[in-house]
């Protein structure tokens, strides 16, 4: 026998949250239907948020897993930038020239205000 995805076992237990006060707001209480809709969805929502926390985790692990698969965490970009920084800290000249490039440029727009 075929176990029941997560998502909809997660899915039915939010559908009767709902429903099970709707009902019986409507037929015990005899609130108008819109008026017992509301209830019903701030009551079911309540309940979700409270007693639902482990199936909701379950449905968001499983997503994550479909959505991200096996695919490694690219970082390739990341250790590249953090060499190239490295290698323009070690080297007194480039950082230098790079204070004195933003400097020419903070010189320009003052200069220019518009631009």
């Known amino acids: 026998m075929k176990r029941v995805p997560a998502a909809v076992r997660y899915t039915i237990l939010r559908l009767l949250a709902f429903v ?8 015990l209480t005899g609130l108008q239907p819109w008026v017992a809709a509301i209830i019903a969805a701030i009551i079911g929502l309540c309940v979700s948020y409270i007693f639902l926390r482990t199936p909701r985790e379950t449905v968001a692990q499983e997503l ?4 991200h698969g096996d695919k ?6 990341e250790d ?7 290698a ?3 080297t007194p000249e480039a950082s230098s020239a790079a204070d004195q490039r933003g400097r020419g440029e903070e010189r320009q ?3 220019h ?3």
């Open 88 to 90: 323009s800290a070690a």
């Open 20 to 27: 099970v006060p709707l009902l019986l707001l409507v037929f």
């Open 113 to 115: 205000p518009e631009r």
């Open 72 to 77: 490694p965490t690219p970082h390739d970009d």
């Open 80 to 86: 590249s930038e953090d060499a190239a920084l490295d």
């Open 64 to 67: 994550y897993a479909r959505r």
């Open 109 to 111: 727009t003052e200069d």
